[in-house]
């Protein structure tokens, strides 16, 4: 079982930057793949990135590319998502996840675990 907790969230401007972190509970943290997802009020769940269980591969959704970077230190069981260059369309609850998946990492039923979200909200 794992249990994670997002933190990090809040409002900013448009063009600012946010850095958001993901604390999981367990020692089995290095073993899974984490990810980030996000849900805007009205809008499914979409893809944000992932990350592998080492940390040498990420994922990125097309829209996030340049602007938002995935980490972990699996030292810490903690997963990051740094986001750059927001946009008001970025305004949505951000989501971790955490899965034994290792190809559909895009997708959110190939997750295990999740947990209960930060808002982020983007000011034009």
């Known amino acids: 079982q794992v249990q994670l907790v997002e933190s990090g969230g809040g409002l900013v401007q448009a063009g600012g930057s946010l850095r958001l972190s993901c604390a999981a509970s367990?020692?089995?943290?290095?073993?899974?793949?984490m990810g980030w997802f996000r849900q805007a009020p009205g809008k499914e769940r979409e893809f944000v990135a992932a990350?592998?269980?080492?940390?040498?591969?990420?994922y990125y959704a097309d829209s996030m590319k340049g602007r938002f970077t995935i980490t972990r230190d699996n030292a810490k069981n903690t997963v990051y998502l740094q986001m750059n260059s927001v946009k008001p369309e970025d305004t949505a609850l951000y989501y971790c996840?955490?899965?034994?998946?290792?190809?559909?990492?895009?997708?959110?039923?190939?997750?295990?675990?999740w947990g209960q979200g930060t808002q982020v909200t983007v000011s034009s």
């Open positions: 367990g020692r089995t943290f290095s073993t899974y793949t």
């Open positions: 990350i592998s269980q080492s940390g040498s591969t990420k």
């Open positions: 996840a955490a899965g034994r998946t290792t190809m559909m990492v895009d997708t959110d039923s190939e997750y295990d675990y």
